[in-house]
């Protein structure tokens, strides 16, 4: 969640460099609202400060809801605006691939 209530976004900030420090897939939820816009935008540009441009993201919108919109990006193509509060947003790892020609992603458990 991208919510600074709790905690400070400096310290969301630091978790999200930590986890692409891991190389892990990472999912937010709630990441972007008219309260905080600037945080998951300022997220995206960490992401792009230590990520490679072809990393996926995948923006899943109001799922299982007649509005439900899924899209699978690269990090260069990804812009906050594509995010609000009803979106989980799945960032692949380096390992993340996209089935061809579709919006399915998914990480290999192996390394190879």
Known sequence: NMSDNLKPFDLLEKRVRLAIEADFAIAF????????????ERI??????????A????FARAISTSDEKLR?????????????????????????KRIADTEIVYTPRSAS
């Open 72 to 96: 699978t990006v690269t990090m260069a193509e990804a812009t906050a605006d594509m995010a609000d509060m009803r979106t989980v947003v799945i960032v692949g790892s380096s390992q993340t």
């Open 44 to 53: 995206l540009d960490v992401f792009r400060e230590l990520c490679e441009p």
């Open 55 to 58: 990393r996926l993201i995948t």
């Open 29 to 40: 939820y709630n990441p972007r609202s008219k309260s905080r816009p600037r945080q998951f």
